[in-house]
């Protein structure tokens, strides 16, 4: 491919961006990640809570919930931190976390717990919704890991992975994994989030200015679907490691 194909950073328009896992991030979470795309970092923590919201006591069933938030200098200029409560992207971001991971967690299997996930984006470059959700899959199979290590659950209740990513059309081409620049500039947007198994769990996608037909959508998400396979065989190649940390696609 010459580079007049390539993109304003260099990638192949069906290229991620470098992604990195990195478990354990922190020490006192259940389970922690920080997951880079490109320069996108996103914080993902799972913590386990012997509860459930009052609308599912006793009925012997978990539940897993999700918060997101932007730090003040995660962009390029400062941002006020949202001390009244999430502002309406955030809730709409961590309302997509939360039933993306919930769709691969079988509630019945995981007791009457909670398991909260929190996402903190610490730099963004676009695409955090996506590297949170990709992330904290890997943080929410860590907690559940020691559930079951320790023996509160006689096994997991993950019934497969799920990741998300990014495709668009910038430039009058579809593109994967836009970056902010990307991003502000697409004809088309559209975040994907797919299980291990190729399932859909959603799809988010809106044209700036003109209509697309069919066979772009199907194009685009042709092109998420491959990129969510490699990040889910990053997941599963972060899980099945014993003692190395950090894994990079």
């Known amino acids: 491919m010459t580079t007049t194909h390539l993109r304003q950073d260099g990638r192949r328009p069906d290229q991620l961006r ?4 990195t478990r354990d991030y922190l020490r006192h979470p259940e389970g922690s990640v920080l997951v880079e795309f490109g320069d996108t970092k996103v914080i993902c923590t799972a913590s386990l809570e012997d509860k459930v919201p009052p609308f599912l006591k006793g009925q012997g069933k978990g539940w897993v919930t999700a918060e997101y938030g ?3 200098r995660s962009t390029n200029t400062r941002m006020n931190r949202e001390r009244g409560g999430p502002s309406g992207r955030s809730q709409e971001i961590q309302r997509l976390v939360g039933r993306s991971l919930r769709s691969v967690v079988e509630m019945a299997k995981l007791g009457e717990r909670t398991v909260w996930v929190d996402c903190d984006v610490v730099q963004a470059d676009g695409g955090t919704r996506t590297a949170a959700i990709t992330g904290a899959f890997v943080a929410v199979a860590d907690a559940i890991g020691r ?6 659950l006689p096994g997991s209740p993950l019934r497969d992975c799920v990741a998300a990513i990014s495709v668009g ?9 836009l970056n902010y620049v990307e991003d502000s500039t697409a004809e088309v947007d559209m975040n994907v989030v797919m299980t291990g198994a190729g ?8 044209a700036e200015q003109t209509p697309f037909p069919k066979a772009r959508l199907d194009e685009l998400l042709a092109l998420a679907g491959d990129g ?3 990040l889910v065989d990053l997941q599963r190649r972060a899980l099945a490691a014993r003692d190395d940390k950090q894994f990079r696609l």
């Open 228 to 230: 969510i396979g490699r």
């Open 18 to 21: 470098p992604v990195t896992i």
């Open 147 to 152: 559930l079951v290590k320790t023996g509160a």
């Open 169 to 177: 059309m910038v430039g009058n081409r579809p593109v994967l994994d």
């Open 70 to 72: 932007m730090l003040p």
């Open 199 to 206: 399932a859909f769990v959603e799809v988010q996608g809106t």
